[in-house]
């Protein structure tokens, strides 16, 4: 059976809760809002 879209839609806000709750996941986009969302791959390194 497939999934409602209501439930698919829950399962993308648990990902994205799920990465925010984890601190180097925040800091790394703190990083990129201050990059204005642009960042090497050895940067975000750098950042965790």
Known sequence: MSKS??????EE???V???LAHEARR???VV???RHGEMTA???RRTI
Not at 5 to 10: D, N, P, Q, S, V
Request: charged fraction near 25%.
């Open 17 to 19: 809760f799920s990465a």
């Open 32 to 34: 990129l809002l201050g």
């Open 42 to 44: 050895g940067a975000n």
């Open 5 to 10: 879209r209501a439930e698919k839609e829950l």
């Open 27 to 29: 800091r790394v986009l």
């Open 13 to 15: 806000f648990n990902v």
